[in-house]
């Protein structure tokens, strides 16, 4: 399982989620299989996605069109402020603590 890890400052959170349930087709199509939407609770004006995949490759190629076709358009990215920052994550497969 590879997950692509996302993060970056919004300027309102209802505008920003709308966005992104524009694009649930999407990620159904390039394979994702699993989300999760997250904010720190002392900043509103910031999100933290995950997002599951089977491959890695799947994963890259998604980064890829979040940052060319999404990302670089602002129409597309409403409620973006910054720079997101993605990174390819995957799981190491050690269960449990120390």
């Known amino acids: 399982m590879h997950t692509l890890h996302i993060e970056h400052a919004i300027t309102a959170f ?12 999407m990620r159904a199509h390039a394979g994702v299989r699993g989300q999760r939407i997250a904010q720190p609770v002392d900043d509103d004006h910031y999100v933290v ?4 995949f089977e491959t890695e490759s799947a994963a890259v190629s ?9 990302w670089a358009v602002p129409e597309s990215s409403p409620g973006l402020a910054g720079v997101p920052v993605a990174r390819i994550l ?3 497969g050690v269960e449990g603590g120390p």
Not at 14 to 25: I, V
Not at 49 to 52: G, K, V
């Open 14 to 25: 209802p505008t920003w989620k709308a966005a992104f349930d524009r694009f649930a087709d």
């Open 49 to 52: 996605i995950d997002l599951d």
């Open 62 to 70: 998604f980064r890829e069109f979040l940052q060319t076709k999404v």
């Open 90 to 92: 995957v799981l190491d």
